[in-house]
Nanobody, 123 residues
């Protein structure tokens, strides 16, 4: 299984970025696909997740109303559209996958992880 995250970059506060996570190596039906982030000196935190099967979505309170997660089944890709970015959104963003039966999509016990993509928001 491979998860390839991309789309990070440098953006001014108030700007937008779209992250992509290209998944390969197996069917992800029945999986939750998640985005996490880790800022320097901080623990990794949950950002958002989506059920590959149902399309149900989950968000951290800090990004609700600003970020939107979606999936493209044909491309086996999950997206994270990030709008109204703030300096505190600066972090390395990771995509991850785990079977939905393994528990809450909010928890970080995911089986597979991508390599991370840097998002930097300047003030």
């Amino acid at each position: 299984v491979q998860l390839q995250a991309s789309g990070g970059g440098l953006v001014q506060a108030g700007g937008s970025l779209r992250l992509s996570c290209a998944a390969s190596g197996r069917s992800f039906r029945g999986y939750n696909m998640g985005w996490f982030r880790q800022a320097p000196g901080k623990e990794r935190e949950f950002v958002s997740a989506i059920s590959w099967s149902s399309g149900n979505t989950y968000y951290a309170d800090s990004v609700k109303g600003r970020f939107t997660i979606s999936r493209d089944n044909a491309k086996n890709t999950v997206y994270l559209q990030m709008n109204s970015l703030k300096p505190e959104d600066t972090a390395v963003y990771y995509c991850a996958a785990k079977p939905a039966v393994r528990g809450s999509p909010y928890h970080s016990e995911y089986d597979y992880w991508g390599q991370g993509t840097q998002v930097t928001v300047s003030s």
